[in-house]
């Protein structure tokens, strides 16, 4: 069975198909109600490349923030 995380991995890797992003990086998956996972969420998007990816998702009903830094 796919837990929720992998759900919300399969959705970011989708949307860095659709935007066509180069240079992928530091991709990111936190449970918004989860504030331990969020601090590292935005520890990791700090660290990244120029370009930035970040939106919130539902999934089964989790709300989840996903994202990823992009560029040069």
Do not use: W
């Not at 180069?22 to 998007?45: G, H, M, Q, T």
């Not at 998702?57 to 923030?65: E, K, N, S, Y």
Request: charged share 30%.
């Amino acid at each position: 069975m796919t837990s929720l995380r992998e759900k919300a991995y399969e959705r970011l890797n989708q949307e860095i198909l659709i935007q066509d992003f180069d240079c992928v990086d530091n991709c990111r998956v936190a449970r918004k109600d989860v504030p331990e996972e969020v601090l590292a969420y935005e520890a990791s998007a700090a660290e990244g490349c120029c370009g930035f990816y970040d939106t919130e998702i539902l999934v089964d009903g989790v709300v989840f923030l996903i994202g990823c830094n992009y560029g040069h």
